[in-house]
């Protein structure tokens, strides 16, 4: 019974383990005005970036792309890297080029309402966790009361982060803050009157006076986050 019990419990976490999306590669099958096909079909909601391969070992990326499902995906601009030095790359998208979705799917950020569930969600996913102290630093420096999807996406930009786990008061969500979807959800529950305001972070350590963020006025948690789903 025990070796069952253990077996049982082994797969549940083997299963949960394997729930966060890995990046997907694919190739530009057909152009459309503003979609392409793709050569295999992403989940909505992926973002990722499309590959111009020019020969003789030289490749760039030249568009950004979400998956709309269905094998099709939009074609955006691709502006994860903007600087006045840097030219724009002027290639124009064709057929035969490489589709890389969840490129930083690597990196993750864990929003959640405290420590013991900040804790659970990252031992039991193998990612490079970029600490919430860093999110909360630039979510303090806006005027944003709570989180939405407008404040997880430039940062997750900037740092370049491709999944956001986010704790509501009855699932963990994962985001893909660049196309701002929820492309994967699970049940989970937690403790509504132990969350941290605005989420967990260590600045409640410290003295937050020091950054004129002392008088600052946030949404309790659960209610930050439940708009987002």
């Known amino acids: 019974m025990r070796k069952i019990l253990f077996f049982i419990l082994l797969t549940s976490y083997a299963l949960f383990a394997d729930f966060l ?9 057909k152009i459309s005005k503003n979609t392409i096909e793709l ?20 490749s ?3 568009h950004s792309s979400i998956s709309l499902g269905n094998g099709k995906a939009s074609i955006e601009p691709y502006t994860a890297i903007v600087h006045k030095n840097i030219p724009d790359i002027q290639t124009a ?5 490489q589709a890389v979705f969840g490129n930083f799917y690597d990196n993750a950020l864990v929003i959640a309402p405290n420590q013991t569930a900040y804790q659970q ?4 996913f193998k990612r490079t966790w970029i600490h919430p102290d ?5 979510f303090m420096q806006t005027e944003e009361s709570h989180i939405s999807m407008d404040s997880l996406a430039p940062f997750a930009k900037q740092n370049q982060i491709g999944l956001v ?3 509501t008061e009855n699932k963990l969500l994962v985001i893909d803050p660049i196309s701002k979807k929820v492309i994967k959800s699970t049940g989970l529950k937690t403790n509504p009157n132990s969350a ?11 003295n937050l006076s020091l950054f004129n963020f002392s008088d600052r006025v946030y949404t309790p948690y659960f209610q930050s986050v439940a708009g987002i789903q």
């Open 121 to 124: 969600i990252t031992s039991k």
């Open 196 to 206: 941290m305001t605005p989420f967990y972070a260590r600045f409640d350590q410290i």
């Open 93 to 97: 998208l064709s057929v035969g080029d």
């Open 165 to 167: 786990l986010l704790v």
């Open 134 to 138: 860093a999110f909360a630093l630039a």
């Open 39 to 58: 050569g295999s079909n992403i989940p909505a909601g992926m973002s990722g970036i499309i590959i111009h391969n020019y020969g003789n070992g030289l």
């Open 21 to 29: 999306p890995n990046s997907m590669k694919t190739s530009v099958e």
């Open 60 to 62: 760039a990326i030249t």
